[in-house]
């Protein structure tokens, strides 16, 4: 069966350092701008069209204390990863706490996001 009427287009991430957080997520997730990015932002894509939009929104205001929204980002090499984006400008929220498989990181702008151990699902095991 294929997929339904409705899916994740774009997750929509408000920042107030545009031209920061386009080098950030580009860098830590390969992805390209759909369009040349304007002044209040871009939507940024998978060049290989399997994940979802990220769509970055200039604001004036900083992130908001009790945050609704995140994202997940699942790796088969999570501690590689979590230092590759730390190198990127990313800064330490939660470390991973004894029986959590995840670690909490924040991206330039203060806004968090999970690296989650996903070890074994490149290659079929799902761990």
């Known amino acids: 069966m294929g997929r339904g009427s409705i899916w994740i287009g774009s997750i929509v991430v408000?920042?107030?350092?545009?031209?920061?957080?386009?080098?950030?997520?580009?860098?830590a997730l390969h992805y390209v701008p759909r369009d040349p990015p304007e002044p209040d932002g871009v939507v940024l894509k998978d060049p290989e069209g399997r994940g979802p939009n990220l769509s970055l929104n200039k604001t004036s205001e900083g992130p908001l204390d009790d945050y609704r929204l995140h994202l997940d980002l699942y790796s088969s090499d999570p501690e590689r990863e979590v230092e590759r984006l730390l190198r990127l400008g990313a800064?330490?929220?939660?470390?991973?706490?004894?029986?959590?498989?995840?670690?909490?990181?924040?991206?330039p702008d203060g806004n968090p996001f999970d690296v989650i151990d996903k070890k074994g699902w490149a290659s079929g095991r799902h761990a």
């Open 14 to 27: 408000d920042c107030t350092d545009l031209p920061r957080m386009i080098a950030f997520w580009q860098e």
């Open 91 to 107: 800064t330490l929220v939660r470390p991973a706490k004894k029986g959590h498989d995840f670690v909490t990181l924040a991206d």
